[in-house]
């Protein structure tokens, strides 16, 4: 049996936030912090090696049938990803499976000094990374793309959009939309010359499932309401999209100045929680120097943009933090998913 090696990246939303889940366009980022799952054969119990600050090993037995059990302690979420997975493949899986050594190591979305999760879609990532990790292993017909979009969703208990999930296949620079029938659908962007961006980090970690059940909340207690400000963010992200393709960078900056202040009111209507103290100190500072601050993705934790037609701007920003909370070395070439068998 090979023994393959995946990696796959996590991901920044640079538009779409929220508003994507019901159909708006959305456009993400990848960014070089990688998930990296290995797979090789053993001899003797399978086991599971989970990475992020420290390893830990989960031995465990898994069927055809999809069952899948840990014989000593359980890995949490990692061991319920696999779970999730091996459900998706029942009646394609091999009568008998290997015994093998899983490798998941995310150690590269935490914070190397004190182990914090920088809110940089690891979920996903690791998602596809094992995903495409077992569908070499099996050789298995079914579309990669499709196959990831199904684990991830029922891993989120069908929350979420699957921006993360596409942005951590194709890499680099996506324009991200749910059509009619919820189906995802994702074409490569250029980015426009002379925008420039830093993303910075809050510090702490945001509960993106948790925001979610807020905006359903809104959208439950006050549907008109919900429609209305999703509707505003809708339209602004479609607009943001065609300049993107003109590469225009002053309206796109106009533009994504008035995609935070949407943001603000779909906070201050549904209580969400996204624009934090920190979000919100960042944005003041980014305003004192002309440049255009917004959360990325749920906002509340996580990372920040800061957005100017202007490098000398952003490092006048920069200029002011640790470069432990700040993603300077992006670039919008990230690769994607990778596999190697050797």
Known sequence: MPSIAVSAPGKLVITGEYAVIDGASAIALAV????????SATIGQSVLEVTTSDTERFPFIWQADGSLEFTDNDPAE????????????????????????????SSEFYLATDGQKLGLGSSAAVCVSLTAAL?????????????????????QGGKGSGIDVATSLHGGVIR???????????????WPQGLYMLPVWTGHAASTGQMLQRL??????????????????TQIAGCFQEVWQRQ???????????????????????AVGIFSA????????????GA????????????????????????????????????PDWSPTVPGVELRTD
């Open 248 to 270: 225009n960078v002053p309206e796109l900056l106009d533009l994504l100045a008035t995609y935070r202040c949407g943001l603000n009111r779909l906070d201050e209507a549904a």
């Open 278 to 289: 920190e979000h919100v100190d960042f944005e003041h500072r980014a305003a004192a120097i």
């Open 292 to 327: 255009v601050y917004k959360p990325s993705g749920a906002g509340g934790g996580d990372f920040g943009l800061v957005f100017s037609d202007s490098t000398a701007k952003i490092q006048q920003f920069a200029a002011n933090f640790d470069s432990a909370v700040m993603l």
């Open 176 to 190: 991200f939309q749910l059509d009619a029938m919820g189906s995802p659908k994702s074409e490569a962007l250029s």
């Open 216 to 233: 359903d909340g809104l959208r439950e207690s006050n549907p008109a309401t919900y429609l209305s400000l999703i509707g505003e963010l």
């Open 135 to 155: 569908h070499a292993l099996f050789g298995l017909p079914d579309d990669l793309h499709q196959l990831c979009y199904d684990v991830h969703r029922q891993f």
């Open 32 to 39: 070089n912090r990688r998930s990296r799952v290995s797979v």
């Open 78 to 105: 990692r061991g319920e990803l696999l779970r999730v997975l091996l459900e998706q493949l029942v009646g394609r899986l091999p009568a008998a499976l290997p015994d093998v050594v899983i490798s998941i190591d």
